[in-house]
């Protein structure tokens, strides 16, 4: 029988008893840390592009826009609030899989959620279900890259977790997951051309989450064989190389979405590891970007695929930014940080970064893991003649090496100070209060209100 049919029924049998603690507050963490994320980014340019869409459109103001002073129907308030949460790649991933689960998940259970008027408990155990499927689907293929992990993942979560807040059981749940195969769709092309869909892709999943809920609760029918038939998932996006029972195995007992990992930098997760050996290597040895002539960075194959390649501005500075390994160096050496002050275009544009870029040389150690983000080794040369060097086995943010509370809120704390939208520090605190307790939130509008602009007193 299908994966489709044990998985349809393991999220409607699931209910927030059956959830363990630990699952239930790593979910708010992942949903605080996205929507801190959502908050700074709200008006980038791709969002606002969406958003005047919507505008013109019209229609139910049911979901709130993150961020705006504006409501939409679900799909759209999916579609957008998937792209916010994305927009500045501060959003969590998947480690094994590269799939970025939040900004696929949160939007769509968040939009029906609110529609629906349902309760914290509830939006809870949607997020917490979804992302255990994306992480199973994530973990169990083989190939990591070509197909955008977050998308062609992710739509499954988004499906799962709208169906489940629509308390569709086993039977509307797998239609749902069926009637998103068809949808599923993304490509990796994106983070080497730097579009400004890129971050959109997110959003595209996430709608189509919410669409093929919808349509499953209205009567609508996918196909049976979602995972394993003849066409299916495995078979079209990854050749049947796949392990079934790394996607099955203790369904119900395990929840994958504890695997996830927040960001300490706002960049594209295969990044990280030269950030950090940077910053350790020039604290260590007191040394600073003038005392450098050279910083060599070995990765494996996929690291260096998504953010290897010479540093080009192109027509999207900052996506290019984020999805480069000698900005990000360049960054940590000539600013001593890497925040969201470096992914802007004055940042960028610096002509002492642009100096600092050409030191900074990537290659790929054929010997690793292809599809893994460590370990990563960075080499320093001083003009002296010096060489340091510094491997990062485990990369900041991973649940063996997570943020802890103080640096979550940091984080949180200046995602929203960051973003354009003026949000009352008492709003701030509301916020962060009513995620720490959402499973006595009887209504998810509760969270919502404090999602829109607030005069700053």
Known sequence: MDPAFALAENIARTDFEGL?????NNTKRLILDS???????AHAKECLLLIDLVRHWEGRPESTI??????????????????????????????????HTASCVLPAALAVA???????????????????????????????????????YGCFGAAAAAAKVLRLDHNGIRHALGIVLSQAAGTTQTAIDS???????????????????LLAGSGATGVQEVFEGKFGFFR??????????????????????????LKPFPCCRAAHGPI???????????????????????????????????????????????????????????????????????AISNPRIREVVKRVSVEVDTSLGPNEFVPVEVEITTTNGSRYAQTIEVLKGHPDNPLDEDELLEKFTRCVNAGP????????????????????VENVSEVTRHLRPVPVR
């Open 236 to 261: 079209l996006y990854k050749a049947d190389r796949y392990d079934r029972a790394v996607l099955l195995n203790d369904l119900g007992k395990r929840f994958d979405g504890d695997a996830l990992s």
């Open 114 to 152: 609110e529609a629906q008027n349902a309760d914290g408990r509830l939006l809870i155990t949607a997020v917490a279900l979804g992302m255990d499927l994306i992480a199973r689907i994530g973990a169990s293929c083989q190939e990591k890259i070509g197909w955008t992990s977050t998308a062609v």
């Open 35 to 41: 929507l801190g994320v959502a908050l700074a980014g």
């Open 20 to 24: 363990p603690e630990r699952t239930v």
């Open 195 to 213: 579009p400004l869909s890129k971050h959109m892709q997110s959003g595209f999943a996430s709608k189509a989450g919410v669409l093929s809920a």
């Open 276 to 346: 950090e050996a940077v910053k350790l290597l020039t604290d260590k040895h007191r040394v600073g970007v003038d005392d450098i002539s050279g910083v060599r960075v070995v990765v494996p194959q996929i690291v260096y695929d998504l953010t290897g390649r010479p540093f080009n501005p192109g027509h999207n500075p900052v996506i290019s930014a984020q999805f480069s390994i000698p900005y990000t160096v360049a960054a940590a050496l000539v600013y001593q940080k890497v925040t969201l002050e470096e992914f802007t275009l004055p």
């Open 66 to 99: 993150i961020g705006h002073a504006l409501k939409a129907p679900s799909p759209m308030a999916a579609l957008i609030n998937g792209t916010i949460i994305q927009a500045l790649d501060f959003d969590d991933t998947h480690d094994g899989s590269g799939a």
């Open 421 to 440: 939208s003026p949000i009352a520090k008492t709003a701030v605190q509301e916020l962060i209060h009513t995620i720490n307790r959402l499973e006595s």
